[in-house]
């Protein structure tokens, strides 16, 4: 359900994904806000400048999320709005120190958090950048506490606190950066382990040499045609076409001119072909055509065309140019009938378009 109310609003699968990021960032925080307020609470921060500094807080986190959740962040080179949200985050989780007087070490936990959450997204030196912002943020905001509440913030636990910071900071983001890095070389490798794939499907069903589905392929698909015609989903027909005078072209001209005319024929006579129409190499010079949905005559009109396109072609050899026709056998499923019969039956109309006088297309 949520897929289809995404796709009624158009929202696309990357932006669903950095949504869902969005929410759990957003949630995250504001469960982070809560707890600093709590503890500033308790600490006797002054309460106009408490509810300041909290509406501030999560009045950014909600726009980062409309931002996002809206598409518009999708026009910025970082989509995600990993790092303004991080510096956003560490400005209002150190601004949070000198309210939270004793309780002020909860910032620190908090702030790796925030670094932690850029895993994500963040390069190694981006990772690193940012925490030293976030020190020096933390380390300002220390300052301020001992400054201007001495009594609630001590100089020794505020040292200790920084020292703290100073070690764990670069770690966490030494840390960020190292998972990050991990995280794109598993990109790159899932990447090209998919063009890997895809590389082995294409070999695995196109013929080497005419780019058209090889025999293999083909079975299959006439093999879904004749299950969807047993379920009553349509008619389709089967046309064996093979070229005329082939065995001359390689036998005058050689095999290179003989692969020249096969790629092209596969070239043009998929220029009559309509989206339904799947064209096969079957074996040597002969091509199986599969007419899905369609009735005889449909078959018909598409060889037609196909044949208009064809008798348009000229292979140049050497220094002759050399014309293309073909003949053809075609056969429509029959009701029960299995594909062996019918392939046999277009076969045998073939033989007869070739003993017509070729250039044919012969119907059973």
């Known amino acids: 359900m949520k897929r289809l109310a995404d796709a009624a609003l158009g929202i696309e699968p990357k932006l669903r994904l950095r949504t869902s990021q969005q929410v759990f960032a957003t949630l995250l925080f504001l469960g982070c806000i809560v707890i600093l307020h709590y503890a500033a609470t308790l600490s006797g921060a002054p309460r106009p400048l408490l509810w300041v500094w909290t509406g501030l807080s999560i009045g950014a986190q909600l726009l980062f999320y409309a931002l996002v959740r809206s598409g518009w962040s999708a026009r910025t080179a970082e989509p995600s709005l990993t790092v303004p949200q991080i510096v956003v985050a560490q400005t209002a989780a150190a601004s949070a120190y000198p309210l939270s007087g004793p309780l002020g070490p909860l910032v620190l936990p908090i702030s790796m958090l925030i670094l932690v959450f850029g895993m994500f997204r963040l390069s190694g030196m981006a990772a690193v950048r940012l925490a030293w912002l976030s020190l020096v943020l933390l380390s300002g905001a220390m300052a301020l506490a001992v400054w201007v509440w001495p009594r609630d913030a001590a100089l020794p636990l505020v ?11 670069p770690g966490v983001a030494i840390l960020t950066g190292r998972i990050s890095t991990m995280r794109h070389r598993l990109r790159e490798q899932r990447e090209q382990l998919n063009q890997a794939l895809a590389r082995i499907e294409e070999l695995a069903t196109r013929d080497t040499l005419t780019g058209l589905y090889n025999r293999r392929h083909a079975e299959g698909l006439l093999e879904q045609a004749w299950q969807r015609r047993q379920r009553g989903g349509g008619s389709f027909c089967v046309a064996l076409i ?7 072209i390689n036998d005058r001209h050689g095999h290179a001119a003989g692969d020249a005319v096969l790629c092209a024929f596969a070239e043009h006579a998929e220029q009559g072909l309509r989206g339904t129409d799947t064209l096969a190499r079957w074996g040597g010079e002969e091509f199986l055509l599969l007419l899905d949905h369609t009735d005889t005559m449909g078959a018909l009109q598409v060889l037609e065309r196909m044949q208009a396109a064809v008798a348009r072609l000229r292979v140049p050899v050497g220094d002759e140019v050399i014309g293309v026709g073909f003949s053809a056998g075609l056969a429509m499923c029959l009701d029960g009938e299995h594909l062996k019969p019918m392939l046999e039956r277009a076969d045998q109309a073939l033989y007869r378009a070739k003993a017509e006088g070729r250039g044919k297309v012969v119907r059973v």
């Open 242 to 248: 093979d070229l005329d005078h082939f065995k001359q």
């Open 159 to 169: 040292i200790g606190h920084w020292m703290m910071a100073l070690v764990t900071f």
